[in-house]
């Protein structure tokens, strides 16, 4: 790969393809642009300049220092994905965790919710890279063919088109793990969630490199705004949301139920993106654990009071997860 300056001022990435003709040793050589996602949400869940950006991770990540003790090896996490603003600094724990057992990431499988797509199997972006304001990542396209071999995950770009639950974690792995390659797919909640994840757990056992799940998912989100008030309005029912419903799910991702999170997410509507989570858990399980570790438990009604002194009737939940 290389990358060409226009007149437009702007870098792009090209792909070199030689190509031998004939029996002259001749050589052609075609240029073309390689396929990258845009953001889709910068300027709206996280700032869309570089600097401010950096600006942001790094008060995301002081905002919340990891003050446990942590396992020797972290295969995976569970990660929220709400503008940073509210739980920019609950997702950093993650990416803060990994990076103090591991400095040196090969790939970031992201699971994301599927918010929109409502296809049976997983999707992968077809895209070579994601760009956000911190550059272009690459894509890990070895890692995405593999899957679709092996038939656990289909080609769909537009899946991700309107989808920012990968997004708003990509700049993260940038700035802590700038040679890290991703590979985004958005997993619908199903019990397939729960082979792809085994499948993912065995296929990066056999590549012997350090490749990271990640699971991408809010939980309740209660409030008039979202149609959910089974016990009603105010500052009990927010509590209620977090300390019982939200609760029903986490336990379930601690003790690493992943069949028990896809029912409970159906039944008490307490996760977006219960088949990311699934697929997290099933992957870490393959790879040798058996339990997770809370880092933090948190809504977007507590971030509110917290920096802005106001509550609201609405609140959406938050945990960082490792494993």
């Excluded at 007149?7 to 052609?28: C, H, L, M, R, T």
Aim: charge should be neutral; glycine fraction near 8%; hydrophobic fraction near 40%.
């Amino acid at each position: 790969m290389f990358r060409i300056f226009s007149s437009s001022d702007k870098p792009k990435a090209y792909k070199i393809i030689f190509q031998y003709s004939g029996f002259v040793p001749e050589i052609q050589v075609k240029v073309a642009e390689m396929r990258t996602r845009k953001p889709i949400v910068a300027d709206q869940f996280y700032p869309g300049q570089r600097n401010s950006c950096i600006s942001e991770i790094e008060e995301c990540l002081q905002a919340r220092a990891v003050g446990q003790s942590l396992p020797e090896k972290i295969v995976a996490g569970i990660v929220p994905h709400a503008g940073w603003f509210f739980s920019g600094s609950t997702a950093a724990m993650v990416f803060s965790a990994i990076k103090q057992r591991q400095k040196e990431i090969t790939t970031f499988i992201i699971f994301g919710a599927a918010h929109g797509y409502f296809g049976p199997m997983a999707a992968l972006d077809d895209s070579e890279s994601w760009e956000t304001p911190l550059g272009d990542a690459a894509v890990d396209t070895d890692l995405a063919e593999q899957l679709v071999n092996k038939k656990l995950a289909v080609k769909n770009s537009s899946a991700h088109r309107g989808e920012h639950s990968i997004e708003v974690q990509v700049p993260f792995i940038q700035y802590l793990f700038p040679n890290a390659q991703i590979l985004p797919i958005i997993v619908p909640p199903g019990e397939k969630a729960i082979l792809l994840g085994e499948s993912i757990g065995d296929i990066i056992t056999e590549l012997g490199k350090t490749i990271i799940c990640i699971g991408s998912t809010d939980l309740t989100h209660y409030g008039p705004r979202y149609g959910f008030t089974p016990v009603g309005i105010g500052p009990d029912a927010i509590r209620w949301a977090g300390e019982v419903n939200d609760r029903k799910f986490t336990d379930l991702a601690l003790k690493m139920d992943p069949k028990g999170m896809l029912a409970s997410a159906a039944e008490n509507c307490n996760a977006c993106g219960p088949g990311a989570a699934a697929a997290t858990i099933a992957a870490a399980k393959r790879l040798g654990k058996n339990t997770g570790q809370l880092l933090k438990h948190t809504n977007s009604n507590e971030v509110m009071l917290r920096k802005m002194g106001r509550s609201s009737t609405d609140s959406v939940g938050y945990a960082a997860i490792i494993y």
